[in-house]
């Protein structure tokens, strides 16, 4: 990993090529998957009150999703005083920027953002 949390892709040329394949039994899992790691309980609720069409009987099962508990992890908080204070206006904005985005939107913009004031 470098110093920005990116990871590199070397991208090498391999003599011997392998295909791997992974499969799920546990139907349960693969809706946990799919639903990007929502918890069983919400699962159930959307196969209870049929929600999602097609959706299986959702058992929790007795394992955890080590994804989950990772993204869970403590993290430490936001400083709440700074060593440095703005002493002009606009010297410090704050925004929100999301792009490039697909597609473009009506004014053929791809990229938008949010000042947080």
Not at 8 to 24: A, F, G, Y
Not at 60 to 76: F, G, L, N, Y
Request: hydrophobic share 35%; charged share 20%.
């Amino acid at each position: 990993m470098s110093g920005n949390r990116m990871f590199p892709l070397l991208n090498e040329v391999v003599k011997d090529q392998t295909c791997l394949k992974s499969t799920i039994q546990d139907p349960s899992w693969l809706w946990h998957y799919k639903y990007e790691h929502l918890n069983f309980k919400g699962l159930k609720i959307l196969q209870i009150k049929n929600i999602v069409k097609g959706l299986p009987p959702i058992q929790a099962p007795s394992q955890i999703c080590e994804e989950c508990v990772i993204a869970k992890q403590h993290r430490d908080s936001f400083p709440k005083t700074s060593n440095w204070r703005a002493n002009q206006v606009f010297k410090l904005i704050h925004l929100y920027l999301c792009g490039p985005m697909n597609p473009a939107s009506n004014g053929n913009k791809k990229v938008f953002c949010y000042l947080n004031r």
